[in-house]
């Protein structure tokens, strides 16, 4: 699991290369975010092999759990 550190005032970009995942040929079908209580999530963007969002608020010090689950061309299913 990945620590990230942010100001409660930033917006920041936060994304997973998913291509580590990825059998050649296959690329990302969807993709979802969950985003933990208190932290906001915004825009959100997938490509052939990467997943991203933005991710605002919460406060500092704080913990906060972001997933994201993508489906795959090849109807498999991967959650970080």
Request: charged fraction near 20%.
């Amino acid at each position: 699991m990945r620590t990230i550190r942010k100001d409660s005032d930033d917006v920041i970009r936060e994304g997973i290369d998913w291509s580590d995942q990825l059998v050649s040929g296959e690329t990302i079908a969807d993709s979802e975010w969950t985003v933990g209580q208190g932290l906001t999530g915004g825009v959100a963007a997938y490509g052939s092999t990467y997943s991203d969002i933005d991710l605002s608020g919460g406060t500092v010090g704080n913990t906060y759990k972001v997933t994201n689950a993508i489906t795959t061309s090849e109807g498999l299913s991967y959650t970080k």
